[in-house]
């Protein structure tokens, strides 16, 4: 069955920086989109970046400004998250997902991993 693990997530200042990783397993990773969505407290699920079959393409919410890198290792069937310039707004969990086709709705997407908490505070 597919798993998705995150991991990497934690207390971090803002200003900082912080990686994240999801760990895939159960599919043929490198068939599929990965992307990542974040959910703040209070907020609904929001789409984060997503990342294509090889890496060659990547797409990012407007709202991250440029502030977020997304990359995969087909070898290791791992996916990150580089977080730059933290911010407090930032603070969320942060979960990974397998897509078909590029997309940003987090509704179309029926298996997540448990996530990972990233808390942005001074």
């Known amino acids: 069955q597919v798993q998705l693990v995150e991991s990497g997530g934690g207390l971090v200042q803002p200003g900082g920086s912080l990686r994240l990783s999801c760990a895939a397993s159960g599919f043929t990773f490198s068939s599929y989109y990965m992307a990542w969505f974040r959910q703040a407290p209070g907020k609904e699920r929001e789409f984060v970046a997503h990342?294509?079959?090889?890496?060659?393409?990547?797409y990012y919410a407007d709202s991250l400004k440029g502030r977020f890198v997304i990359s995969r290792d087909n070898v290791k069937n791992t996916v990150y998250l580089q977080m730059n310039s933290l911010r407090p707004e930032d603070t969320a969990v942060y979960s990974c997902?397998?897509?078909?086709?590029?997309?940003?709705?987090?509704?179309?997407?029926?298996?997540w991993g448990q996530g990972t908490k990233v808390t942005v505070s001074s």
């Open positions: 997902a397998a897509i078909r086709v590029p997309m940003t709705n987090p509704k179309s997407i029926n298996t």
């Open positions: 990342i294509s079959w090889n890496g060659g393409r990547t």
